[in-house]
């Protein structure tokens, strides 16, 4: 069983800055491409960002150049530091991770941590 666990969401003032970490533990062979999504409510998932195992990173436009992805492959974990952020940030941010578990290549998903954007 592969699990994925968020942390560092939070309430924070506009402007202000997070970091968001997410560990994958478990049954682990390789992890290919790793992201970040979030869902504001009432609205669907987006993608923020995403990192491949080989470092090709992309970003959603609203968040370019105030956002940044980043991976460490020892640790299977990624992280998103968000800067200047903004109310429509405001969401609950989820880690994804396509995941080769030795016998099967899957997404996986974590539970989610909520940022708040607010002053």
């Known amino acids: 069983q592969v699990q994925l666990v968020e942390s560092g969401g939070g309430l924070v003032q506009p402007g202000g800055s997070l970091r968001l970490s997410c560990p994958a533990s478990?049954?682990?062979?390789?992890?290919?491409?790793m992201g970040w999504y979030r869902q504001a409510p009432g609205k669907q998932r987006d993608l923020v960002a995403t990192?491949?195992?080989?470092?090709?990173?992309d970003y959603r436009d609203s968040v370019k150049g105030r956002f940044t992805i980043s991976r460490d492959n020892a640790k299977n974990t990624v992280y998103l530091q968000m800067n200047n952020l903004k109310p429509e940030g405001t969401a609950a941010y989820y880690c994804?991770?396509?995941?080769?578990?030795?016998?099967?290549?899957?997404?996986?998903w974590g539970q989610g941590t909520q940022v708040t954007v607010s002053s």
């Open positions: 990192t491949t195992r080989g470092g090709d990173i």
């Open positions: 478990g049954n682990i062979a390789i992890i290919y491409t």
């Open positions: 994804n991770a396509n995941i080769l578990d030795g016998i099967f290549r899957r997404d996986y």
